[in-house]
């Protein structure tokens, strides 16, 4: 299913990142900034367990977090959202995934791929700035699917209507969460209006 988050800060931050003249530190800055944001409501139904813990003056009852939350960055660009989330869920594994769209064909191949040991009982959040035509996400998915992960969120922070079909009818118990859905992709594959190659933008490759 998919979930678009709508959130005044998001709407700036997104506004200040599709813009072309925003440099690679403001540009960083606000994609870690839209992630933990978007966390931040992704993960408002994770699940609590009781426990009792000793203030200075007694003890008491409270709850803390009972799950465990794996982050996916789709290298390169997922990479850019990772701080912003382990900012807010410090206990947070991370394994991560090499993939890279032909400028052609736009089919990914998978060039690295490195996972925590049993994924199995996690939230997985796999993480790309980008959803276009969906072939990558949908191999990062099925990436971690084949190492046992069964909830599984795509995050993603501008989608295409292209790239969430195709996740839609590859992954269909998989949650897909966008800042932003956008209108097409261009001749070339590109998200319009998008926001440019995010990971050239973020890592300062242009
Ligand atoms: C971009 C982006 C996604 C992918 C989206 O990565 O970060 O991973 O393209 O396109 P898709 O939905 O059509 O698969 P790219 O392959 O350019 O690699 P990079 O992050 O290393 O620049
Ligand atoms: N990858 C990007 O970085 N941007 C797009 O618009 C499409 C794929």
Do not use: W
């Not at 700036?12 to 599709?18: A, G, M, T, V």
């Not at 382990?86 to 769209?101: D, E, P």
């Not at 295409?160 to 969460?177: C, L, S």
Request: charged content about 20%.
């Amino acid at each position: 299913m998919l979930k678009l988050i709508n959130h005044p800060l998001i709407t700036h931050k997104l506004s200040l990142i599709r813009r072309k003249e925003t440099g690679t530190r403001d540009f960083r800055q606000n994609i870690n900034e839209i992630a933990g944001l978007m966390a931040y409501e992704i993960t408002r139904d994770l699940p609590l367990r009781e426990v009792v813990i000793d203030t200075p003056l007694s003890s008491c009852i409270t709850s803390e977090l009972s799950g465990e939350i794996i982050l996916v960055p789709v290298l390169r660009a997922g990479l850019g959202m990772v701080d912003g989330i382990t900012s807010l869920i410090t206990t947070a594994r991370v394994g991560h995934i090499g993939l890279v769209r032909d400028h052609e064909t736009l089919v990914p191949t998978e060039y690295y791929a490195k996972f925590p040991s049993d994924i199995s009982g996690a939230v997985v959040m796999v993480l790309d700035p980008m959803l276009a035509t969906g072939g990558s996400a949908s191999a990062a998915i099925g990436a971690v699917k084949k190492r046992g992960a069964v909830t599984i969120r795509l995050v993603c922070i501008v989608g295409a209507p292209e790239g969430v079909t195709r996740v839609e009818k590859e992954h269909p118990d998989v949650d897909i969460y966008l800042a932003a859905l956008d209108s097409h992709l261009n001749e070339n594959g590109y998200i319009v209006p998008g926001l440019g190659d995010a990971g050239d933008r973020l890592f300062g490759t242009v």
